[in-house]
Each structure stands twice: as structure tokens, then as C-alpha cells.
Antibody, heavy 116, light 110 residues
């Protein structure tokens, strides 16, 4: 079964850090371009970051550039998102997404809440 | 002006046809085509169409998409109660070097 399972979300204070993980199964992760997309409560989808299949290239949304880092471990079929200097406006469900003909596989998401 | 514009809501009758539009002013948007996603309440999004008018395996033939210039459209025929959802368009923006999403359209089946 093709699956993406996110973990690592939780409650963190402004200025804090979190590391999200996404475990992939059922497809060839090492040849897949991967993304993080987030959705604030009651709001729309916002693209966050993307990484090439071999990790050689990354792109970030301006809103997270310099604070978030996307990475991957192809040996462990896992995608990561290191989030530093978190802000209240980063509060959202974070989805791990595969890109193959657009965003074709989505995880269930992990909730990140930034609040004091 | 960056971003994709969608109507906030569309309402159409049961077994009727609904069309949702997605427009943009930036000619650097859409070089890789436009995709459409459906998000049911409490669920992650699901890909309905990619590269303007291609339907992934398993998506109903009642769903179709098209594009003309800077406007993309998603059409769902024979509306059913289970089609009530939020629908999003997305595309690559060459000028931003970023993926962008429309604000989403809430489809109500009357």
C-alpha cells in the first residue's frame, strides 16, 4: 500500500524548534521528489518546501526561508522538516506530499501548534 | 500579482454540473500545467487532475479539467452529495520558483 505517515508535530513556544518526519512506503521513495505543504486551521493549502529525489536541490517558500530545512534519508525512506525560530503563524497541519504528475500522494498530516 | 484566484464558494443542485475556475495574472504561472485537488472535511487533499486535463487512475469520469490561457476550470457532472468538499487548484510559478495554490472553493450540493 502506498503510504506517507508524518510524525513529530506538537505544541511548541514561539522561537522554539520541531523536527517533522515522514515515513514512506509502497513506492520507490529514492526516485521521488517530495514536498511539505501546510494548512492553518480553517485555511487553505500553502506550499512550504521541496527536495529533489537525491537531495541535491531544495526550494523554500519565502515565509520559511532561513528557518526551515527540508532533508531526506533515502536509505530509510524518510523525509524530514527541521523547523527553527517557530512563529505563531506557523501553526498548521503539515502534510508530506509526493510529486509525480503534481501532488499525487498525501500523508494524513501532523499538527504543529506554536503558542505561548 | 502572485497566486491563483478561485471563487470562495459554488453551489449547484444534485445531479447537476458544477464548474470551478482558477485564474492568474502572472504569465509565469502554469508552465508545468495546472492541477486540481479535492479535500473532504477532515481529510488530506486528493489529486483529481494534473497537467491541465489529465485524470489519475481511479478518479471518476464525472470529473474533467481544462485550461485556456490564464484560466483553468474543473467540471464535475452528475453531482452527488459526496462531491461536497473544498477544491484547490495549484501550479508552478516560474517567477517565484515556488508552487502556488488557489484559495480554495467550497462546493455545496443543494
Amino acid at each position: 500500500e502506498v503510504q506517507l505517515v508524518e510524525s513529530g508535530g506538537g505544541l511548541v513556544q514561539p522561537g522554539g524548534s520541531l523536527r517533522l518526519s515522514c515515513a514512506a512506503s509502497g513506492f520507490t521513495f529514492s526516485t521521488s521528489w517530495m514536498h511539505w505543504v501546510r494548512q492553518a486551521p480553517g485555511k487553505g493549502l500553502v506550499w512550504v518546501a521541496y527536495i529533489k529525489s537525491d537531495g541535491s536541490g531544495t526550494i523554500y517558500a519565502d515565509s520559511v526561508k532561513g528557518r526551515f530545512t527540508i532533508s531526506r534519508d533515502n536509505a530509510k525512506n524518510t523525509l524530514f522538516l527541521q523547523m527553527n525560530s517557530l512563529r505563531v503563524e506557523d501553526t498548521a497541519v503539515y502534510y508530506c506530499v509526493r510529486e509525480f504528475n503534481a501532488f499525487d500522494i498525501w500523508g494524513q498530516g501532523t499538527m504543529v501548534t506554536v503558542s505561548s | 500579482q502572485a497566486g491563483l484566484t478561485q471563487p470562495p464558494s459554488v453551489s449547484t443542485g444534485l445531479r447537476q454540473t458544477a464548474t470551478i475556475t482558477c485564474t492568474w495574472n502572472n504569465n509565469n504561472v502554469g508552465s508545468q500545467g495546472v492541477a486540481w485537488l479535492q479535500q473532504l472535511q477532515g481529510h488530506p487533499p486528493k489529486l483529481l487532475s494534473y497537467r491541465n486535463n489529465n485524470r489519475p487512475s481511479g478518479i471518476s469520469e464525472r470529473v474533467s479539467a481544462s485550461r485556456s490561457g490564464n484560466t483553468a476550470s474543473l467540471t464535475i457532472t452528475g453531482l452527488q452529495p459526496e462531491d461536497e468538499a473544498d477544491y484547490y487548484c495549484s501550479a508552478w510559478d516560474d517567477s517565484l520558483s515556488a508552487w502556488v495554490f488557489g484559495g480554495g472553493t467550497k462546493l455545496t450540493v443543494l
